[in-house]
């Protein structure tokens, strides 16, 4: 499992106690990424539970498990 800064639809992300409410970190599938005018990036990502959490993009943690990269 590895960090990355980059955050894009489909990704599986930790997300923030401080948007969930709970005690530890949730993990969620990200479901809709917008650079918003007024809040910069802001991120949409789902939970196995089916709850939906949106927030700023630092309320987030990127786990990148397999993603394909393309070096060209």
Known sequence: MVMDATIITGDHV???PDLTGLTN???????EVE?????????????????VFFGQKDLFRAIVKN??????
Request: hydrophobic fraction near 40%.
């Open 67 to 72: 993603r394909e990269v393309c070096l060209q």
């Open 35 to 51: 650079n918003n005018t007024f809040n910069g990036i802001v991120v949409a990502a789902e939970t196995k539970d089916r709850n």
């Open 25 to 31: 970190w949730t993990e969620g599938i990200v479901v």
């Open 14 to 16: 930790l997300i923030s």
